[in-house]
C-alpha cells in the first residue's frame, strides 16, 4: 500500500527535513582529511539531539549508527568506523530524521579534500540525475517516468547504475512502497503518482559497473569491481504540480 499524508503530516515532515538540511550545511564544513566516520556519526547524534530530533537509522532492523557512511568504492550503508579519512577519499552520508513523528531520508557524497576531475565529474553527473529524477515527478506520471529520466542522464557517461537497490517512499516509516528503480528499463511495479505520496529518490552510481555485493558485516554494500561509487538523495512531496523537495539543496 502507497500511503498518502495529509497536509499537517506533510507541513511536519517539511520539518523534519528542514533539521535534515541543516545538519547536512554543517556537514559539509566538519568533513576533511583526518576526520573519520566515527566522528561524523557523533556529530550528527549530538545536532540531532539538540534539535530534538531522533536518528530514524538507529536500530532500524539493528542499524547500528545514526548515519551511513560509505567511503570510495562502498556505495550504500557503509557503518561508521575510525579510520580517518585521507584527501581524495569521496564519503557518502546517509541521514534519517524523525521528527514530530515523520521520517526524512537523504543522503550526499562529500569529497574529502580534493578529488580528481574525474571523481568530481561522478559527483556532478548523480546529483544531476537525481535532479532530473525529481523534475520528472508529474500527479498521474508513473513511478518509472523518475527511473527513465535518472537513466538517460547517467547512461551517456557508462557509469554503472545500481539496480539491487532502489528509492522508496518514505514519511511514516524509513522504507515504504512504492520501490522506485534507478535503472530502466526495469521489472516489476509502476504505480501512479498522486500528490501527497512522499518518495525517497536515491540514485547509486558507480564510476565502473553496476554490479554489487554485501561485506560480512551484513550492511555494507561495495562496487564488485572496486570502483568508486556515489550516492545522492533527497525526500519529495509529489504536490498538484509536480514534487517539492524537503530536504534542502545539494550545494
Ligand atoms: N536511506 C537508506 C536507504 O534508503 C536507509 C538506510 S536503512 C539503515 O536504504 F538501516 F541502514 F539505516
Ligand atoms: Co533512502
Known amino acids: 500500500m502507497i500511503t498518502i499524508k495529509n ?32 566522528q561524523i556519526d557523533q ?16 536500530g532500524y532492523s539493528g542499524y547500528p549508527a545514526a548515519v551511513c557512511t560509505s567511503v570510495n568504492d562502498k556505495v ?13 577519499d569521496i564519503i557518502g552520508c546517509d541521514i534519517g530524521v524523525t ?22 565529474k561522478l559527483l556532478d553527473v548523480t546529483k544531476e540525475s537525481l535532479m532530473a529524477g525529481i523534475a520528472a515527478i508529474k500527479p498521474g506520471g508513473r513511478v518509472r517516468d523518475i527511473s527513465k529520466a535518472i537513466t538517460a542522464v547517467i547512461q551517456p ?26 535503472n530502466y528499463p526495469s521489472r516489476g511495479k509502476n504505480p501512479r ?15 565502473g559497473t553496476a554490479e554489487v555485493e554485501i561485506l560480512e558485516d551484513d550492511w555494507t ?7 568508486l561509487s556515489a550516492h545522492f538523495e533527497h525526500t519529495v512531496v509529489v504536490t498538484e ?7 534542502g539543496s545539494l550545494d
Open 99 to 120: 521528527y514530530k513523528g515523520m521520517i526524512s531520508d537523504a543522503a550526499r557524497t562529500f569529497p574529502v579534500g580534493k578529488v580528481s576531475p574525474e571523481v568530481q
Open 193 to 207: 503518482l498522486k500528490p501527497g505520496m512522499v518518495l525517497a529518490i536515491e540514485p547509486m552510481v558507480n564510476i
Open 221 to 227: 554494500v561495495i562496487t564488485m569491481d572496486g570502483s
Open 157 to 182: 557517461h557508462g557509469y554503472g547504475i545500481v539496480h539491487s537497490f532502489c528509492g522508496h517512499g518514505v514519511g511514516f516509516e524509513v522504507h515504504e512502497e512504492p520501490q522506485i528503480p534507478n
Open 76 to 88: 550504500i550503508h557503509g557503518i561508521p568506523d575510525s579510520a580517518p579519512l585521507v584527501d581524495g
Open 7 to 38: 497536509e499537517k503530516q506533510i507541513n511536519d515532515l517539511k520539518e523534519s527535513g528542514e533539521i535534515l538540511a541543516g545538519v547536512f550545511v554543517k556537514l559539509k564544513d566538519f568533513i576533511r582529511p583526518g576526520v573519520s566516520p566515527m
Open 241 to 247: 504540480k509536480g514534487a517539492e523537495i524537503v530536504t
Open 43 to 58: 556529530f550528527v547524534r549530538d545536532i540531532l539531539k539538540e534539535k530534538g530530533a531522533i536518528p530514524s537509522f538507529l
